[in-house]
């Protein structure tokens, strides 16, 4: 392992090490103006959802490492403390990297970066029309983390209103993440896409407490063919198989008949290549029967 004590890298270098580590990240695309009304748009990957009851956002317009100067976002929201957050998707990311650059105060990124401003109800920063989803917030506390160049300065901001685009729900009124298509930062020049085949779902635990990794036999733990996600999903269920269970699942691929033709070994791992395909088709229970060792 690489060991690294924060303290003893130059900025930029453990900048680069956070940034490609704590990946993805969100990006909130903010929109405020300043105390004369003007408004300003850029993007920060420093940025999550941290609450529901109140529904809290928090971002951070860092200090530049470079010169220690101060974003326009964070003057603006220490002047009005108001923000709209848009989402990002894939067909504004290029625009959303147009208006990161290092533009002067008063040059207006909606304009620079090709964007529709639309006003807000509840807020006076603008709203990102190509945005399909806005939340509206007024910022309760600006944290500043630090005084030197690459200090965080948490922005922490009550939601107000949200608008999303109704063109991203399922039928169901949720949001769709193949339709929403979002993106996010990683380190370096590299961002990730949210839809295809990079989206997953992993099911929660339920209201019964699953029997734990530590409750499968050793021979399930040093398993040569099932892997950390395979155990992971037989370990989240409430126990073992009983008995009977487990003949019957041993019936049905003729578990008697495969070892009479395998060495223990074979079998072993013959065993757990049926169940890991069993485990692809959601029959996590009997996956789990049929490599019990009686």
């Given at each position: 392992?690489?060991?690294?004590?924060?303290?003893?890298?130059?900025?930029a270098?453990?900048?680069?090490y956070?940034?490609?580590?704590?990946?993805?990240?969100?990006?909130a695309?903010?929109?405020?103006v300043?105390?004369?009304?003007?408004?300003?748009?850029?993007p920060?990957s420093?940025?999550?959802?941290?609450g529901?009851?109140?529904?809290?956002?928090?971002?951070?317009?860092?200090?530049k490492?470079?010169?220690?100067?101060?974003?326009?976002?964070?003057?603006?929201?220490?002047?009005?403390?108001?923000?709209?957050?848009?989402?990002?998707?894939?067909?504004?990311?290029?625009?959303?990297?147009?208006?990161?650059?290092?533009f002067?105060?008063?040059?207006?990124?909606?304009?620079?970066?090709?964007?529709?401003?639309?006003?807000?109800?509840?807020?006076?920063?603008?709203?990102?029309?190509?945005?399909?989803?806005?939340?509206?917030?007024?910022?309760?506390?600006?944290?500043?983390?630090?005084?030197?160049?690459?200090?965080?300065?948490?922005?922490?901001?009550?939601?107000?209103?949200?608008?999303?685009?109704?063109?991203?729900?399922?039928?169901?009124?949720?949001?769709?993440?193949?339709?929403?298509?979002?993106?996010?930062?990683?380190g370096?020049?590299?961002?990730?896409?949210?839809?295809?085949?990079?989206?997953?779902?992993?099911?929660?635990?339920?209201?019964?407490?699953a029997?734990?990794?530590?409750?499968?036999?050793?021979?399930?733990?040093?398993?040569?063919?099932?892997?950390?996600?395979?155990?992971?999903?037989?370990?989240?269920?409430?126990?073992?198989?009983?008995?009977?269970?487990?003949?019957?699942?041993r019936?049905?691929?003729?578990?008697?008949?495969?070892?009479?033709?395998?060495s223990?070994?074979?079998?072993?791992?013959?065993?757990?290549?049926?169940?890991?395909?069993?485990?692809?088709?959601?029959?996590?229970?009997?996956?789990l029967?049929?490599?019990?060792?009686?």
């Amino acid at each position: 392992m690489l060991e690294l004590i924060p303290s003893e890298l130059p900025v930029a270098k453990l900048f680069s090490y956070l940034t490609s580590c704590v990946a993805p990240r969100p990006i909130a695309f903010a929109s405020t103006v300043d105390k004369d009304g003007q408004p300003n748009l850029s993007p920060f990957s420093f940025f999550n959802v941290f609450g529901a009851n109140p529904p809290i956002v928090v971002f951070s317009p860092s200090r530049k490492g470079r010169d220690n100067t101060t974003k326009h976002t964070f003057d603006n929201v220490k002047e009005v403390p108001e923000v709209v957050i848009n989402m990002v998707n894939y067909s504004m990311v290029n625009q959303v990297s147009l208006a990161s650059n290092e533009f002067a105060k008063g040059v207006n990124e909606f304009e620079k970066a090709g964007f529709t401003s639309v006003g807000s109800d509840l807020v006076k920063p603008l709203r990102v029309k190509e945005s399909p989803a806005q939340f509206e917030c007024k910022v309760l506390n600006v944290i500043e983390t630090g005084s030197e160049g690459g200090a965080g300065n948490l922005v922490v901001c009550e939601v107000l209103k949200i608008h999303i685009d109704e063109s991203i729900l399922d039928s169901d009124g949720n949001v769709d993440p193949q339709k929403a298509d979002w993106v996010a930062r990683m380190g370096k020049d590299f961002y990730c896409r949210a839809s295809g085949d990079a989206v997953f779902e992993v099911e929660k635990p339920g209201a019964i407490v699953a029997m734990g990794w530590d409750k499968l036999p050793d021979y399930f733990r040093t398993s040569e063919v099932l892997t950390g996600n395979d155990l992971g999903l037989l370990a989240n269920l409430p126990g073992m198989p009983n008995l009977d269970e487990i003949i019957k699942y041993r019936e049905e691929i003729d578990y008697e008949g495969l070892k009479s033709t395998m060495s223990k070994v074979e079998l072993r791992k013959s065993i757990h290549q049926l169940a890991k395909e069993l485990i692809a088709k959601g029959e996590f229970k009997k996956a789990l029967g049929i490599c019990v060792e009686l």
